[in-house]
């Protein structure tokens, strides 16, 4: 399954759009390597995102066939860590 299709099935992300334009600035690793939209997610792979304001860590506990329920969609990851990055207001 295409990571940015893994992202919005999980409920991480909340569109398909906004994890292309994460990968397409270089803001989504996968096991450390900088990670297109379209790159394949396998079970057991640590993936960090790096929003604005914090970093989330976690694994591939799972990848769905089809279409996942909100229930069951925290199921599908395990999250490792979560970090606040600091914030700089300087230009």
């Known amino acids: 399954m295409r ?3 893994y992202l919005k099935l999980t409920r991480i992300l909340k569109r398909r759009t906004q994890a292309k334009e994460l ?17 394949s997610i396998k079970v057991g792979q640590i993936v960090t ?3 604005k304001r914090r970093k989330v860590i976690f ?10 329920r ?6 599908l990851y395990r999250i490792l860590r979560i970090e606040e990055n600091e914030y700089n207001d300087e230009i």
């Open 70 to 75: 909100k229930s069951e969609a925290d199921t």
């Open 23 to 39: 990968c397409d600035e270089g803001k989504i690793y996968i096991d450390n390597r900088v990670a297109k939209a379209s790159t």
């Open 49 to 51: 995102i790096n929003f």
């Open 59 to 68: 694994e591939v506990l799972n990848v769905p066939e089809g279409s996942v």
């Open 3 to 5: 990571l940015d299709k």
